[in-house]
């Protein structure tokens, strides 16, 4: 069909008398359209008046023919046509001009047509319903600025170049799936009700479009772009048998929408309007850091890639094409995606988004110099609470230092002797005398000795005692109950900090 041939079907009406000519005869002739003659087709094209009715399925359209048909449906403004039928037509070049003035008054059906080349219906107006399934077109088509009254179905259309629907207006149900060619142009259209797009293999473009009933856009193998798009009601973006991409919700209200099966690795969510109210469903994946020791795995927004790049030593991260947001609007979007994602039950992905929401307000200007600091803590210690093994990893360093402490210089020497103190009255006479002692453990001291695999024991035990406040029955200097009470201090916070961090991972 890549000529504009028509398509294989068996008529169900009275055909042309030509052979293997499936157009249907005209009232007044055994003929088709095509194939009517000098007076006869004169006769024919005399008789059309604008807003008539018309039943030409299978014929098949010369530019010339058509041009013709075209000019006995007109007046001063373009065609008119009333009832009309062009099912299973072929149209082997159409029309030049663009569509301004066309008017179609009644039902027009286009299904299983072919058009062999651009088909143009640029402001054309439809008020009846008017359905293109199964139609193909072989190169684009247009309907920018076309108003459609009445219903429409665009189900099954197969486009090889680009579909414009820029600024046009869709009044009643409208029903698309469209497959083939390179975009779908919905810049700045209208849909008064309720609409349903299934789009595979295209780019989608819905800038500035207006769904005022809500829409249902299944995607397949197809990258989408909602800029500025309004949905005055429930609407939903998902997959369909792939994973499409979502390139942009930068300046739309999301509070009406639900994302489903959608790669959201690129998408720009900068300047949307209520995110903490989005719905994401699915499989919904996101951007990731540059696989480094130093980065470990998580889920990041596409505008943290240029700000990184903003920062020193952060070589790695991808080039990914837009404006650097800032940290404090990073940490804004963080946010509002960490609660939707709360909301939606999915406390892994919200834990991604707070450390994100942290990483921002870590590096962010306007933070303060005390909140840094903690902020700096928070990060090295456990991940923000998000890295349990962080925390372990900091309660095993706390342990090492513990155990080096004790052993070096918190355990004294062992064999020290005891000190007896006692005080002696004055003796009087025929009296027996009565002594006081008091015994005193000897001095804490240092062995010359300190590594031995004994006190290295109980170093060991009383380091891990300290850490979960178990007392230790053993005798310290000074140095070493300051070791016990720093253990005592800092290890049940990495300890809760390392359990909070399990729990964010496992939490729904």
Known sequence: MADGSRLTFTPTWPTCAADDCTGRRVDTSSACLEHLRGSELDLFLDRVVPGGDLDLRG????????????????????????????????????????????????VIPFEQAVFGGAARFSGATFEGAVSFYDTSFKAWATFEGAVFRGRVNFYGVEVDD?????????????????????LVDLRASIFVKAAVFRVRGRELSAYEARFEAG???????????????????????????????????????????????????????????????LRLEGWTPFAEPPKSWRWGRRQVLAEEHPWRLTLSKNAGWADIDGKNVGAERLAVMYRSLRK????GKNEAGAGDFYYGEMEARRHSRTTKGGERAVLWAYW??????????????????????????????????????????????????????????????????????????????????????????READQRLTPAGVWTVMAGRAFGPLLLALAVLAIRARVKR
Not at 75 to 104: H, M, V
Not at 241 to 259: A, H, K, N, Y
Not at 340 to 343: I, Q, R
């Open 59 to 106: 014929t098949t359209f010369s530019p010339k023919l058509l041009d013709r048909l075209l000019l006995a449906l007109s007046r001063n403004d373009g065609p008119r046509i009333g009832r009309a039928d062009f099912s299973y037509c072929t149209f082997q070049r159409y029309w030049e001009k663009d569509g301004f003035g066309y008017r179609a008054e009644g």
């Open 162 to 182: 680009d579909a414009l629907f820029a600024e046009a207006r869709f009044e009643e149900d409208a029903r698309f799936g469209l497959s083939g060619g390179k």
């Open 215 to 277: 829409v249902e856009l299944q995607i397949q193998d197809a990258a989408v772009s909602l800029e500025r798009t309004y949905f005055g009601a429930p609407s939903s973006v998902s997959g369909v048998d792939s994973t499409p991409r979502l390139l942009s919700l930068q300046g739309t209200d999301v509070s009406e929408l639900t994302i489903a099966d959608v790669d959201l690795s690129r998408c720009r969510f900068s300047g949307a309007h209520q995110l903490d109210k």
């Open 340 to 343: 939707a994602l709360e909301d």
């Open 380 to 469: 090295l210690l456990s991940g923000y609470g998000q890295r349990a093994s962080r925390a372990f990893g900091a309660l095993a360093v706390l342990v090492g230092l513990l155990f080096v402490l004790l052993t070096a210089y918190g355990l004294p020497d062992g064999t020290a002797l005891q000190q007896m103190i006692g005080t002696i009255p004055p003796a009087v006479a025929g009296q027996p005398q009565q002594v006081t002692l008091e015994v005193k453990p000897g001095p804490a001291t240092l062995p010359a000795d300190r590594w031995t695999a004994d006190r290295m024991s109980k170093a060991v035990r009383i380091a891990l005692g300290s850490v979960v406040f």
